[in-house]
């Protein structure tokens, strides 16, 4: 009777101390894998931003816009009368494209000086928006007219102080334009103007990130301003992978109005929804942390948080899932402990001292790995596994348990792979792209060696997609994609920016003639035929090369020279290659070379 009291006392002490372990070892993996989901998204945020960013720099500071915004400015200064009132019925009232369409006008046929300009730059700008990043793009002249939108909303030709539902704009335009005159660095200026609901746009969510814009003699010539889609920031915070049936995360102002969506809010809950809770409080505290917590439902949940700045606008980033879901295997583990206590008392109750001894060293075994578990140790082996009894179910608990966090640790890296790849062709996208070049100047810089860099862009791969559809346009990307992957050797890394624009940065390739046969290659690879849907098609390709550094000691100057190298091979007929050149004063121009 003693042994088999002393059994029962055993077996309840060791289902205790099972049931402590896998609450701590639930907690901490719960825990650890939200904190990872809202490290991955605010990861993601800020690299979404950063492009953003990147993409504003070098548009503000292209000659394509500089021209752009000196024409349209000679030309709005031109018109008799109020250009406000002229354009918006040239270009808005009399637009023969149905509404949210208008852009697809390339010039009204006026005959006058701004249409002529418009004609000449409203399809480079029109492509540009043609990414989930942007929805208009607009130029403001100091003054504050806006002299060019893509989109030819309400706001066309009108000033940024003309109507109370554009005061987010004309803030943000007035932030730059008393910079210009207080800063010793104008350039360097980026504003970002956070959500708001905007007139022109039908009240539609927007944001705006703009900067300066100055010719070649540093002279102030006004504001280039992208106005970002909401959707784009959603898709990133709406990523279910890893959040279970109950997980959310989300971004929250610092007026405690949301900032991206709810996935449990059926309607809009954009800058609608208040989220007034303690995680919210502490993130603009700038702590980070994991807590339970009420939620903006008033549902107990795991609540992860953290505070994100985006070009000086603050946002909370909060990670949640619901305790219940959280606590779930503790529940179901508490559960069978005690089905297995019961078991354990009716077998020492018959079997004794016998059976009492063949369930302590599993047991113990067992606590050892829960320990190893709650430590981190994820190459511990649950040897118990293969245990048929109880004990084997408690043990398959624990193998769970195990695979949990290493599918968090290949969710992350899958994540970051999503984050750097295009989805279409599998290339490193742009943001990689910029990245990796960074690397390889910084290592020829150090080494003196010099690396080549090759833009491309298809010429009339507008017209398949015109007449064949979007979806063989893809395929012909697609295609694209691996044979100019099959051309790559070494370090070499082919990249797609966008759209039918593609770069490849060859870090070991420093002669002329190496890069001359692999563009020749390049060139053939487009030539060959394509045969997609019952439909034949070929391609020409316009590319620009540069050399680092002879062309320029910088990652932005080489793929600006590679790029304007490009430019000048299709103004030179297309479907060949332009070596950029050096002028005597170090800028770069384009000499071609034909195939």
Not at 52 to 80: M, P, T
Not at 234 to 261: C, F, P, Q, W
Request: charged letters at 20%; proline letters at 3%; a negative charge.
């Amino acid at each position: 009777l003693v042994i088999i009291c002393f059994a029962l006392i055993s077996a309840l002490v060791m289902g205790a101390t099972v049931y402590r372990s896998a609450v701590s070892v639930v907690k901490q993996q719960s825990t650890e894998k939200l904190v990872s989901l809202l490290e991955s998204r605010t990861t993601t945020l800020n690299r979404h931003f950063s492009s953003i960013e990147n993409n504003l720099i070098f548009h503000a500071r292209s000659d394509l816009v500089v021209d752009a915004l000196q024409e349209f400015q000679s030309s709005w200064d031109q018109i008799d009368g109020s250009p406000k009132a002229y354009l918006q019925r040239q270009y808005i009232d009399l637009n023969p494209f149905s509404i949210g369409q208008e852009f697809g006008l390339l010039a009204a046929d006026d005959g006058s000086q701004y249409s002529l300009s418009h004609r000449k730059y409203h399809s480079p700008f029109v492509s540009l928006i043609g990414t989930d990043q942007f929805h208009d793009i607009l130029m403001i002249s100091p003054g504050g007219e806006i002299i060019y939108t893509v989109k030819k909303e309400s706001d066309f030709a009108a000033n940024v102080s003309d109507r109370p539902d554009m005061a987010s704009l004309a803030d943000l335009f007035g932030r730059i334009n008393q910079a210009q005159s207080l800063s010793d660095q104008p350039r360097t200026l980026l504003a970002f103007s956070d959500f708001t609901h905007y007139g022109p746009s039908n009240r539609q969510l927007a944001g705006f990130v703009a900067s300066p814009v100055f010719d070649e003699n540093a002279k102030y010539l006004g504001v280039l301003a992208f106005q970002i889609s909401i959707e784009a920031i959603n898709a990133i915070m709406h990523v279910k992978a890893g959040m279970g049936e109950t997980g959310e995360i989300y971004l929250v102002g610092s007026d405690n109005l949301m900032r991206s969506d709810s996935r449990f809010i059926g309607s809009r809950s954009i800058l609608s929804t208040t989220v007034d809770t303690s995680s919210v409080e502490f993130a603009f505290e700038g702590r980070d942390g994991v807590h339970f917590v009420e939620d903006y439902r008033g549902i107990p949940v795991l609540s992860a948080f953290t505070q994100v700045d985006i070009m000086g606008v603050n946002w909370a980033v909060v990670a949640e899932m619901d305790k219940q879901e959280v606590l779930a295997p503790v529940y179901d583990l508490a559960l069978f402990l005690i089905l297995a206590g019961i078991a354990v008392i009716l077998a020492v109750t018959i079997l004794g001292y016998l059976l009492a001894t063949d369930l302590s060293h599993p047991i113990v075994t067992m606590t050892g790995v829960l320990n190893s578990l709650a430590k981190n140790d994820l190459n511990v082996n649950v040897s118990v596994a293969e245990r048929r009894d109880e004990i084997g179910q408690m043990a398959n608990a624990l193998v769970e348990f195990k695979e949990l966090a290493i599918e968090r640790e290949q969710l992350k890296q899958e994540l970051i792979h999503m984050s750097q790849h295009d989805s279409l062709t599998g290339l490193p996208n742009r943001s990689y792209a910029v990245s990796f070049l960074d690397g390889i100047v910084r290592q020829s810089t150090d080494s003196g060696r010099q690396f080549a860099v090759i833009f491309a862009d298809l010429d009339g791969f507008k017209q398949i997609n015109d007449l064949l559809g979007h979806g063989i346009g893809d395929q012909v990307l697609t295609e694209l994609g691996n044979r100019f992957r099959y051309l790559m050797q070494g370090r070499d890394m082919p990249c797609r920016l966008g759209g039918d624009e593609f770069c490849f940065i060859l870090p070991d390739r420093s002669s002329t003639e190496e890069c001359e046969r692999l563009a020749k290659k390049l060139l053939e690879a487009c030539h060959g035929l394509f045969t997609l849907a019952d439909h034949d098609c070929r391609i020409r390709m316009s590319i620009g090369i540069a050399l680092f550094p002879i062309h320029s000691n910088s990652a932005g100057g080489i793929m600006n020279s590679a790029d304007l190298a490009m430019y000048q091979a299709k103004k030179g007929g297309k479907n060949s290659y332009v070596w950029a050149t050096v002028q005597s004063e170090g800028a770069s121009d384009a000499d071609q070379a034909s195939v």
